[in-house]
């Protein structure tokens, strides 16, 4: 379809805002971008849909994300949940990873993808952990997405915690994935473990170099909270997860980190010098208790930060906000993290971060995944506002319209073609099913 977007301000990168400006599509590619008078003369063949009351923004990539997790949202820990280790060991592996299984993948993929269409989100990059749904469990997720029309990075968190086999199974999931997938328009795949206290430095070796092999990319979650640096140092004689990694030749342009909390100087360095991209989801971090990120000090240095939900909460404007409010008042400074690089996290840099090419800007020759977002808030939106104001005071029901490669997934404030009761009934019945332990083993 082709199609011209008139709007009030139109972002299309690199903190840039434009005035009366839109932009035209061909095909799901950006044909141009011009101001608003120009694209009515020069594409007077183009159905045209008015958003001069609205901003025009790249859609929201959301860098790391664990759809499943939204079957957990309100389940209650088992007694006391005091750290990190407890976290893991006595409530999120027994009682959540070990018992997602296929039907339980469906509908949280389902309600997980959704929830993030309709708050302007058009990319993510999904781990899945579940170590009794290989194989199979990428694939099965991947024929959600593909079935919503969302673009998306998948990838199965590989470890040895539940058993070596199991971890080469894991692997070999994600090798099969990506293979099957390297030809999709919207869905792709990466190599993915865990941490340096579930995977062994031969694991992890191997893990790099299939990724390697294929041309993957790989991504891990690293230093969430002191757990793994401690744990790290008692095992590898005094050498934090970063200095391992390195050892292992490990690190790469090719890495992607999640979480990245508990850093020293020394290992953000050595992960500047690698060119190692990371992901910031400071929601998820503030729930298990795992600290503040560097990120002021990652961007400084001049690393590559996306911004993701980790499964947690999936309405990526309250993301967007933890990210523009907690580290000011973590670092008592009010010039730190200004909206204008949070937004750029949102959309560009967190394509950047999932390696997701010609997204997260608008640009002619670009992917058409675009969203508008009502500007009709009480105070006026300036041009030197604007991304503090929809950071701050816009939500999903402001995103008027989503396109992803052209294609229309929300309009006029309402997503396109899914029962929304039905998807939030199935997800429900499947929570229920997972609190209570009744799973369907592969």
């Known amino acids: ?60 990539v959301n860098a790391h994300m664990h759809a499943y997790g939204l079957l957990s949202h309100g389940i209650t820990p088992p007694g006391t949940i005091d750290n990190f280790e407890a976290f893991l060991n006595d409530f999120w592996w027994p009682l959540v990873e070990d018992r997602i299984d296929f039907p339980m993948i469906i509908a949280s993929g389902r309600a997980a993808a959704l929830e993030l269409l309709n708050s302007g989100v058009t990319a993510f990059c999904d781990v899945l952990e579940a ?18 029309g969302m673009r998306a990075v998948l990838s199965f968190e590989a470890s040895e915690r539940v058993s070596r086999e199991q971890g080469n199974a894991g692997l070999e999931e994600n090798r099969q994935f990506f293979l099957e997938y390297r ?22 070796r191997q893990a790099a170099a299939i990724a390697r092999e294929i041309g993957s990319g790989i991504q891990m979650h690293l230093s969430e909270s002191r ?18 990694y390195e050892e292992l030749a490990f690190l ?6 999640s979480q990245g909390v508990k850093l020293t100087r020394g290992e953000i360095e050595l992960l500047r010098q690698r060119g190692v991209r990371l992901v910031h989801v400071p929601l998820s971090n503030c729930e298990v208790g795992g600290g503040f990120s560097p990120v002021p000090e990652l961007i400084e240095k001049g690393i590559t930060v996306g911004l993701g939900t980790d499964g947690y909460i999936n309405n990526f404007f309250e993301v967007m906000r933890g990210a523009f409010l907690l580290h000011k008042a973590h670092l008592e400074n009010p010039e730190i993290m200004p909206a204008g690089t949070v937004y750029a996290m949102a959309t560009e840099k967190g394509a950047a971060a999932a390696g997701i090419d010609g997204c997260g800007t608008l640009k002619a020759g670009g992917k058409a995944d675009v969203i508008t977002i009502k500007a009709d808030l009480p105070t006026p939106i300036t041009t030197s506002n604007i ?10 029901e ?11 997934l929300k309009a006029d404030g309402k997503l396109i073609g899914f029962d ?23």
């Open 1 to 60: 379809m082709e199609f011209v977007i008139l709007g009030k301000y139109l972002l299309p990168g690199g903190g840039q805002v434009l005035e009366h400006t839109g932009l035209a599509v061909k095909g799901g590619i950006i044909a141009a971008v011009d101001d608003n008078q120009s694209l009515l003369r020069d594409y007077p063949q183009y159905t045209v849909l008015d958003r001069t009351d609205a901003v025009i923004s790249p859609g929201f």
């Open 131 to 148: 170590p009794y749904a290989v194989p199979g469990g990428l694939k099965t997720l991947a024929g959600v997405i593909e079935e919503i």
């Open 183 to 204: 030809d999709h328009p919207l869905i792709s795949g990466m190599m993915c473990i865990h941490t340096t206290f579930t995977c062994s430095p031969d694991y992890i």
């Open 227 to 244: 757990y793994e640096p401690e744990w790290c140092r008692k095992t590898y004689n005094g050498k934090l997860p970063v200095e391992l």
């Open 252 to 257: 790469g342009p090719d890495v992607l980190a």
């Open 387 to 396: 991304f503090s104001q929809l950071i701050l005071y816009r939500n999903p």
């Open 398 to 408: 402001q995103v008027l319209d989503v396109w992803v490669a052209g294609r229309k």
């Open 420 to 442: 929304i009761d039905a998807v939030r009934d199935e997800a429900r019945f499947q929570a229920e099913r997972l609190w209570r332990g009744i799973c369907e083993r592969p």
